[in-house]
């Protein structure tokens, strides 16, 4: 009776925790396995071992140097001419970390988007038509429809279909993180990376990309790295928290906020981190 | 209201920090009026010795550009001299053009490579030998030029073996460190993010190099070829020793001909200042002048477009 609840509560807490997945509605579509990272000696990620839900939206938050955005960019092998990734990643059942993989390929269907927006230097229609014209699809009348579908889904057609000739580089902060968007997704990808894409952008613009993410989880896999612990809250179905390149829980987002399993995790979301 | 005072002066006083400061910028202003002054005194020298072939000796501007011989010492069959410099423009032309043509490619695929596809191997050993290449003296390649390339061309094509083809070789491997060093600065100068853009899409690395990071370099890369050009141009020592030095029209790439620095490095010493065939050579300094303040004046445009972009 007279038990500390802090010490209770520190006694029932656990040192890791990461649920694997089991919704029928939304199959596990990628998963790492043991998966390190080294940054030439220094290991970076000590095994990252999550599952994807496909058709959901997963955070992944933590304080900054956890090693977020390494695990993430090894995901779709943006690492590889960086670090050394050692483990498994299993999209739909194929390891895509082997050596024998096309990552030209891999990356069609698992796609990035960056904390910077980063257009080219070409006009907006360049910019979506790029990675399709690198695939050969050069028809006009095929690209002008992928162009008009990529921005509205982008939710950018109504602010740039006037302007498509214009170079890109005039667009907003906002508006140019949502054309990366609509770049990444004229492909159709299957999944989209996401590393704290709303970081340079001002609250409203940051509102605009997180109702374009809410409406993109129809037909893509998002995994978002965010510092906002609001925005993962209100856009992710599960949270991932990584600590000192560790993954220290993985739930959904509501356990993840209401009710964390690990101590640094609750310390984390309510702020007494550090 | 004392103190409001002591303070006013205080803070009007001139301190040693601001004395210091006057004399910092009256020292690097004197240095820069005095630069400014050299310039516009070398421009300005050129210029009225170079005039004087139109004014005094009352040569027309237009027989000495299209004039297609070069005699200053005769007079013509019409009675005039003959200063026709269009061989000689011609020829410098023809070398910087060919150069820069041949030095393109191998500047811009050795900078690809530094840069893009092996940066270790590039940083250890290509940007080295590039910067030792840039630093031997013009005379080196004008020797290696007369001992090798010379020969070989006779070899080849017949002739003496001078002529544009030995230049536009001696020309080339002398252009290509600066345009290499300049290439790799105009790629490194891309932003990282562009490449992770497009290696994101799918794309292969050549296709990043070819589609992204070039197009995005092009403005860089233009300013080193005109720069190498600037260079090939101006290049007189070693143009000098394969080219031939026969002041005719350019009538095939194996020809002994010449260029305007050429028929200057010959011709200055054995002329008497003030005299015509001084004066003509003045003239080919004037040219060449002037069409190294265009080549300043391109690489300036490149510049400007590139920023706007
Ligand atoms: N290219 C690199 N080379 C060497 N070390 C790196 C590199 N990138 C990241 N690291 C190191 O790996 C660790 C994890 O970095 P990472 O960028 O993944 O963290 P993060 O969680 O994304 O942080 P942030 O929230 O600040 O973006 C850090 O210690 C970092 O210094
Ligand atoms: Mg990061």
Redesign the pocket.
């Given at each position: 009776m007279f038990v500390n609840n802090d010490v209770k509560n520190a006694m029932a807490m656990e040192e890791r925790h990461v649920i694997k997945l089991s919704d029928p509605d939304h199959p596990v579509i990628l998963s790492t396995e043991d998966l390190h990272?080294y940054?030439?000696k220094?290991e970076?990620?000590f095994e990252g071992d999550l599952e994807f839900a496909s058709n959901q939206i997963s955070a992944?938050i933590?304080?900054?140097?956890?090693?977020?955005?390494?695990?993430?960019?090894s995901l779709n092998r943006m690492?590889d001419r960086?670090?050394t990734v050692t483990g498994k990643i299993m999209y739909r059942g194929v390891d895509i970390n082997q050596p024998s993989i096309d990552v030209y390929e891999m990356r069609r269907r698992v796609g990035m988007v960056f904390?910077r927006p980063n257009p080219f230097a070409k006009s907006i229609y360049d910019n979506i038509a790029f990675a399709l014209r690198l695939r050969g699809v050069t028809g006009k009348h095929k690209l002008d429809e992928i162009v008009e579908t990529s921005l509205k889904q982008a939710a950018l057609w109504d602010q740039v279909k006037d302007d498509l000739n214009k170079s890109a580089l005039a667009l907003s902060g906002g508006q140019a993180q949502r054309l990366c968007i609509a770049r990444a997704i004229a492909i159709k990808p299957d999944i989209l990376l996401l590393?704290?894409p709303a970081s340079a952008l001002d609250p409203v613009s940051t509102g605009q990309l997180e109702d374009t993410l809410l409406s993109l989880k129809e037909h893509y896999t998002i995994i978002i790295?965010t510092?906002n612990m609001q925005q993962a809250a209100r856009i992710s179905e599960y949270t991932a928290f990584?600590n000192q390149?560790r993954v220290l829980e993985y739930d959904t987002t509501s356990h993840i906020f209401t009710n964390p399993s690990v101590q640094v995790t609750s310390d984390y979301v309510s702020g007494n981190f550090g | 209201m004392k103190t409001t005072e002591q303070l006013e002066a205080k803070l009007k006083r001139r301190s040693k920090a601001a004395k210091l400061e006057i004399w910092g910028r009256l020292v690097s202003l004197t240095a820069l009026m005095l630069i400014v002054a050299v310039v516009v005194a070398i421009i300005g020298f050129v210029a009225s010795k170079g005039i004087a072939t139109f004014t005094s000796n009352h040569v027309s501007l237009w027989d000495f550009l299209s004039g297609k011989s070069w005699n200053p010492g005769v007079n013509g069959a019409n009675g005039k001299p003959e200063v026709g410099a269009l061989p000689m423009i011609v020829g410098s032309f023809l070398i910087t053009i060919l150069s820069a043509i041949v030095a393109t490619p191998f500047a811009i695929g050795t900078a690809v490579f530094m840069n893009e596809i092996s940066p270790n191997k590039g940083a250890k050993i290509l940007q080295p030998v590039t910067e030792l290449l840039v630093g031997i003296p013009s005379v080196v390649y004008g020797f290696i030029g007369l001992s090798v390339v010379v020969p070989t061309t006779r070899a080849i094509f017949g002739g003496s073996g001078f002529g544009i083809l030995s230049g536009t070789c001696v020309l080339f491997v002398m252009i290509l460190p600066t345009v290499t060093s300049m290439s790799a600065d105009a790629l490194r100068a891309v932003p990282r993010y562009y490449r992770e853009a497009s290696l994101a899409l799918g794309a292969t690395q050549w296709q990043t190099i070819y589609k992204v990071v070039l197009r995005a370099a092009t403005p860089g890369l233009m300013t080193a070829v005109v720069f190498g050009m600037a260079r090939a141009f101006g290049e007189a020592l070693a143009v000098q020793m394969v080219i031939g030095n026969a002041a005719l029209m350019p009538n095939s790439l194996v020809s002994p001909s010449s260029t305007l620095t050429s028929v200057l490095t010959t011709g200055i010493g054995n002329t008497v200042m003030g005299s015509l065939q001084n004066n003509a050579l003045w003239s080919l300094a004037l040219v060449l002048l002037f069409m190294s303040l265009v080549f300043n004046l391109i690489i300036r445009l490149i510049g400007r477009k590139g920023r706007l972009q």
């Open positions: 990272v940054y030439g220094k970076a990620l992944l933590g304080p900054s140097g956890s090693g977020k955005s390494t695990y993430l960019r690492n960086i670090a904390q590393d704290e790295v510092h990584f390149g | -």
